[in-house]
């Protein structure tokens, strides 16, 4: 097994990747774009996943939280995941609805034993009726969630335990919130089990105003800030096993040329990751 790199499928990257598939190892499909696709789009995916390893990523289900998550997003996602036999599917540690009210993007839930509990049964169900279970992904907060009783990577980390889950770790969203609420993102690193660990996310954001001063959003149009490489190379020191590191981008798309230049860098930071590791055993 060797360190993959890959970029997020999106429409307007198509012609990009498949051109490209001699720099790229592995695509993340956006799962929830085909529950409800026709035939031969599905078709089209199960095709693609011929030619490349492909991985399905979630955006709806809401598991972290105490309501229980929707039998028919699971039995949409068992459908998707039969007909394309992806590698591995994801989603967030995060919720979306509530008491019948659907609130239109990932939020954060407070940190608590009741969140971590309710999470842990959701994904105990994800698992039985998928068949596998996801890797969970660590997402970006403009708000520190009130309720909170603990710190995200504790948070994090009991969910991971109680669940038996593996971690998508999100280094733009991990940047974001330590930016954000004034903590050392390796310090979270430090917290998280090794083996837990097999996928990594990258993206870019931009400050906007809140509260009177200002925070870092993850809105996946900007490039990859140097910072996220900085991280990417402690995840390279600290955790051994082969990872897989995808590049998100949602809208603005620079040419092919930047994103593998992108790709190009992050292998780079791995990398280095991996020798200054190799580098402290042999001293």
């Known amino acids: 097994m060797r360190d993959r790199f890959g970029l997020g499928w999106r429409e307007e990257l198509a012609a990009g990747i498949l051109s490209s598939l001699d720099r790229i190892d592995v695509v993340e499909v956006i799962a929830d774009d085909y529950f409800d696709a026709p035939g031969r789009r599905v078709r089209a995916l199960r095709t693609l996943a011929a030619q490349v ?69 959701n994904l105990d169900r994800a698992r039985r009726v998928v068949g596998t279970a996801p890797l969970v992904e660590n997402v970006a907060t403009l708000i520190d969630p009130p309720g909170s009783d603990r710190s995200e990577p504790e948070w994090v980390a009991e969910i991971l335990a109680a669940s038996d889950a593996g971690l998508l770790l999100d280094l733009h969203n991990l940047h974001a919130n330590a930016v954000n609420f004034g903590f050392d993102p390796r310090a979270f690193l430090d917290r998280m089990a090794p083996e837990r660990v097999t996928l990594i996310h990258l993206a870019g954001g931009r400050w906007i105003a ?74």
């Open 53 to 121: 390893p492909l991985l399905l990523h979630g955006v709806a289900m809401g598991l972290a939280s105490c309501v229980r998550v929707e039998e028919r997003r699971l039995t949409a996602m068992a459908r998707l995941v039969d007909a394309v036999r992806p590698e591995g599917w994801s989603e967030h540690l995060a919720f979306v609805r509530g008491a019948g009210v659907e609130i239109g993007h990932l939020a954060t839930p407070p940190r608590s034993s009741a969140t971590v509990e309710g999470t842990a049964a």
């Open 210 to 283: 809140a509260g009177g001063g200002r925070r870092l959003l993850d809105d996946h149009v900007h490039d990859v800030p140097d910072p996220v490489y900085d991280l990417l190379r402690e995840v390279g020191r600290r955790f051994p096993r082969p990872l897989t590191v995808i590049l998100e981008r949602d809208g603005a798309f620079p040419g092919m040329t930047s994103l593998l230049a992108q790709l190009d860098r992050a292998r780079a930071a791995l990398a280095a990751g991996r020798a200054a590791a190799s580098a402290g055993r042999a001293a």
